[in-house]
């Protein structure tokens, strides 16, 4: 395939560089499965370049999917409801799904109906920033229900401004302090000292002296 992605037919390797190499491209292979493989004349660094672009932009448009759970008994007091669906909401604010899981234990597991009622009273209260995605159902022991945030009630954080920290000024150096010198007690003298012969110096001759 030539540089303007007209077909060239089959080529042997070197005619196929050697058209590479006067239209001052590359040689690429895009199809090795293929038989014969298929090449493309294209400037290689510009095809990498625009890939790269390529999929960043996608990775871009993909949403992380965060999912939270939130567990409960099914005998759930009032207060600690309240916290617990304060927990979701925020979740849910945050853009995460939020996974409500009600854990049966013992005979609880004879009034599911206790279960369905509590998740159905969640769904009613948080109905303003979530949606059921995945309605009440029994996995083993627990019941579970999948909220899905409503994309307005969906708050996006501001971008927090970058911290700059003022530069210290350099401290600057210490004043040299002459110290006194530190005094050392001589020995005194005791008795005649003996001198030792001084050692003759070495003298080196000079040549051409």
């Known amino acids: 395939?030539?540089?303007?992605?007209?077909?060239?037919?089959?080529?042997?390797?070197?005619?196929?560089?050697?058209?590479?190499?006067?239209?001052?491209?590359?040689?690429?292979?895009?199809?090795?499965?293929?038989?014969?493989?298929?090449?493309?004349?294209?400037?290689?660094?510009?095809?990498?370049?625009?890939?790269?672009?390529?999929?960043?932009?996608?990775?871009?448009?993909?949403?992380?999917?965060v999912v939270k759970e939130m567990k409960m008994r099914p005998k759930i007091d009032r207060h600690d409801y309240e916290t617990k669906k304060g927990h979701v909401v925020r979740f849910l604010r945050q853009g995460a799904k939020v996974k409500i899981t009600i854990m049966f234990r013992g005979r609880e597991m004879s009034h599911l109906e206790l279960g369905r009622r509590l998740l159905d009273r969640l769904a009613e209260d948080v109905v303003d920033v979530a949606k059921v995605e995945v309605p009440a159902k029994v996995d083993g022991r627990n019941m579970t229900m999948v909220l899905n945030p409503l994309k307005e009630a969906v708050v996006q954080k501001p971008p927090q401004p970058s911290r700059i920290r003022p530069s210290r000024p350099e401290p600057e150096p210490a004043a040299e302090v002459d110290?006194?010198?530190?005094?050392?007690?001589?020995?005194?003298?005791?008795?005649?000292?003996?001198?030792?012969?001084?050692?003759?110096?070495?003298?080196?001759?000079?040549?051409?002296g």
């Open 1 to 65: 395939m030539g540089a303007d992605g007209s077909q060239v037919g089959i080529l042997d390797t070197d005619a196929a560089l050697k058209m590479a190499e006067e239209a001052d491209l590359d040689l690429v292979e895009v199809a090795p499965q293929a038989d014969p493989p298929v090449c493309r004349i294209m400037d290689y660094g510009k095809y990498k370049y625009e890939q790269a672009v390529k999929q960043k932009e996608a990775r871009k448009k993909q949403s992380q999917i």
């Open 179 to 208: 110290e006194p010198a530190e005094e050392v007690d001589e020995p005194a003298e005791e008795g005649p000292v003996e001198k030792k012969p001084a050692r003759p110096a070495k003298v080196t001759r000079a040549e051409g």
